[in-house]
């Protein structure tokens, strides 16, 4: 006595694979989109560095006198180093500064620097996922750009200044206790901002314009 086994081809419904086939369509026109806006924004950002991070230089150093009121920015500037533009930041200390057996004057000038491919990193990537967002219209994708130019403010008064008056408590510690950097708060921001924070940031504030403009929307 045998037995016959067959196999039982089970029917996918056809809507199944027009649905599966739209939702791929959908992902690699979204990357595809994706990947052209982040070849042409970071094309115009990099041509346009020098003239967008001299925008920022006023609003940088007023950032700096609020996050650290006991240093003061003699002054800040747009430099190229190495064929590398930077923000330089010349800085002294108001008081005098003693750390254990350590003391160092008042007035005592240190220079920090960051790259200025740190400040237009932010609006890069706001951008991109702003017009690579799938669903929205090109007046939805408008009102979403607008939407992040507070939050672009909001970004930049917390990273190129934190990381300017981190480098120089850092070269200040360096000199005069440095185990005792890592109690300071602008070090320490500075260290997560370049590994990591300053992406995490700019996508955190890229979602937030896309759900503030789908909101407006709604409304």
């Given at each position: 006595m045998s037995?016959?086994?067959?196999?039982?081809?089970?029917?996918?419904q056809p809507y199944k694979l027009q649905h599966h086939t739209l939702q791929s369509h959908k992902l690699l026109q979204c990357?595809?989109?994706l990947l052209i806006s982040y070849g042409l924004i970071t094309a115009f950002f990099i041509h346009n560095a020098r003239t967008y991070a001299s925008l920022w230089l006023g609003y940088t150093q007023a950032a700096m006198a609020v996050w650290a009121p006991t240093l003061k920015v003699d002054q800040l500037s747009i430099e190229e180093e190495k064929g590398q533009l930077m923000f330089v930041?010349?800085?002294?200390?108001?008081y005098s500064i003693t750390l254990g057996s350590q003391t160092m004057p008042a007035?005592?000038?240190?220079?920090?620097?960051?790259?200025?491919g740190n400040a237009i990193q932010t609006p890069i990537i706001i951008l991109c996922f702003i017009f690579?967002?799938?669903n929205l219209?090109?007046?939805?994708?408008?009102?979403?750009?607008?939407?992040a130019v507070p939050i672009i403010f909001?970004?930049?008064?917390?990273?190129?200044?934190?990381?300017?008056?981190?480098?120089?408590?850092?070269?200040y510690y360096f000199y005069l206790?440095?185990?005792?950097s890592e109690q300071i708060f602008s070090i320490q921001a500075m260290y997560m901002l370049n590994n990591g924070g300053r992406l995490a940031l700019a996508i955190a504030a890229a979602l937030g314009s896309v759900y503030l403009q789908s909101l407006r929307t709604n409304n």
């Open positions: 037995f016959d086994h067959k196999p039982q081809l089970q029917k996918v990357g595809f989109v930041g010349l800085m002294s200390n108001k007035d005592t000038q240190i220079q920090s620097s960051t790259i200025v690579a967002w799938p219209n090109l007046w939805q994708r408008l009102i979403a750009s607008i939407v909001l970004i930049a008064a917390i990273d190129i200044p934190l990381v300017l008056i981190g480098s120089a408590w850092d070269g206790e440095p185990e005792g």
